[in-house]
């Protein structure tokens, strides 16, 4: 079992549209979780860290964390065509010098 | 733009050379963290580096090898390269706190093994 998962996609969305990917991770010890982006070609871009259950808003981004059910979420909102990017979910165990990531989930939104 | 700087954006190497990437921190921060990305999948941790001193290794051979200064820079070291070196090579800047640190990447080195 990989210890950060993500649906490979690729995710289709309309253009004003919720985009909503997933990632579930195996450690219980992982306590902060990252969501970057990264469009083809580039490095990773930080959007979104979250720490605690529950949701996190920063404008058209939502994180969402549940450590119950071991499962992190980003909810994107009206999606615009320049969102079309892979989405890489991040986890990190307190005091722990790596962050490990899933694979990434290829999101494409269509005019 | 994060402030972490990395050279050459990429390189071009034969099987069995050796390569050095370099990477400047982002201001404010003394932890660089080295990863390697292939294509299609996530990134994975190399090693970390703080206060000069190796500070965390992931499942990578000791021909993958690194450096930190005083200024908080840092250089990626490869040696015997083979053909399934080739990556792309981010270098992650952060500052380091006992939870929560955030970290940021700079662009990012495309290696080549031919």
Redesign the interface.
């Known amino acids: 079992q990989k210890e ?1 998962e993500q649906n490979s996609g690729p995710l289709s969305v309309p253009e004003g549209a919720i985009a909503s990917l997933n990632c579930t991770y195996s450690d219980r010890g992982s ?2 979780f ?1 969501w ?1 982006r990264q469009y083809s070609g ?5 959007i979104m ?1 979250i ?1 605690s259950n529950g949701d996190k808003e920063d404008g058209r981004f939502t994180a969402q964390l549940n450590k119950a059910s071991q499962y992190v979420s980003l909810l994107i909102r009206d999606s615009q065509p320049s969102d079309s990017a892979t989405y ?1 979910c ?1 986890s ?1 165990i ?11 989930t290829r999101l494409t939104i269509n005019p | 733009e ?1 402030g972490v700087t990395q050279s050459p954006t990429h390189l071009i190497k034969t099987r069995g050379q050796q390569v050095t990437l370099r990477c400047s921190s982002q201001s404010g921060h003394n932890t660089v ?1 080295w ?1 390697q990305q292939a294509l ?6 190399i090693f ?1 580096y703080y206060r000069e001193e190796e ?2 290794r ?1 499942n990578f051979p000791p021909r993958f090898s690194g450096l930190q200064f005083p200024n908080y820079s840092s250089e990626l070291n490869v040696n015997a390269l083979e053909l399934d070196d080739s990556a ?1 090579y ?1 270098c ?1 800047s952060s500052e380091r706190q ?11 080195t495309r290696l080549t093994v031919v």
């Open positions: 950060v306590q902060s990252f970057y580039k490095s990773p871009e930080l860290s720490y890489l991040a990190q307190q005091g722990a010098q790596k962050l490990v990531f899933g694979q990434g | 994060t963290s990863y299609g999948q996530g990134p994975q941790f970390q500070n965390g992931g792309l981010l992650a006992s939870m929560n640190t955030e970290a940021f990447f700079g662009q990012g």
